[in-house]
């Protein structure tokens, strides 16, 4: 009784250290956060996809686990295959899978679908950025994660400088596709009105335009010769024949 007491005893211990339901697979390799701080400059932003605390709650850690690894990842294939920092990179990798995987797979992916909207990209420098992990990593030790968290509702993008950035880029897109529409059929609005109003005057013109063209409608001028001017004309030039005449006799 007592051997299978021991057994037994040794079995559940076991247990209780693989299966990640009573334990989490966080080792002392949590302190190479330092040396990567050490070794990455301060100034360096770390784009990363995260939930705050006071929107995820108690799924801080469920919801924040698989875009974390996935950054790390992003930031491990900026250094070469012999760099140190890339292998302390890969450490905290594994461990995040590892974590990652004590927790169901459809339960985190349900999670994160209903916590979609929540998620915000952002940048932080090298040291926020690896306080981030250390603290992660330090809540994943305290079991203090779950599913059973309800999301509040979507946030409105409008309120955050980006979102309304965003939100007027929009507007002006939408104002400058209703403009390319409205000014082609304001202007031919314009010119169907404008043809009506000039129609009858365009027809009168037209046809006083024909009326002077036209050969039967060219006024005659009449011009009143004095008679005596006519004959004075007469005899000068039956002087200047006399006068030539004598002259060729």
Known sequence: IISTTCVLLGLFSSLH???????TPITDDVSKLAILKQNI???YEIPVSYIPKEVAGRCWVVLNIYPLEESLRNLASLFGAMSSNKDNIIVFIAMLKSLRFTFDHEELEEAMQVFQCHYQKKS????LYFDYI???????TQGTSSFSCKPPPCLNHQ???EGQEESRKYSWLKRSALLLVLIPFTACVVLIVW???SGPSLVACKT???RTASPDMIPTVSVSIP???LTHAADCQATGEAISEHESG
Request: with cysteine; hydrophobic share 35%; proline share 6%.
């Open 208 to 210: 006083s335009n024909g």
């Open 159 to 161: 309120q955050t400088p």
């Open 134 to 140: 250390q603290d992660l990593l330090h809540a994943a």
């Open 195 to 197: 043809q009506v109003k």
């Open 124 to 127: 932080l420098v090298s040291g």
């Open 227 to 229: 008679l005596q001017a």
């Open 17 to 23: 250290l693989c299966s990640g339901k009573f334990g």
């Open 41 to 43: 400059p301060t100034d």
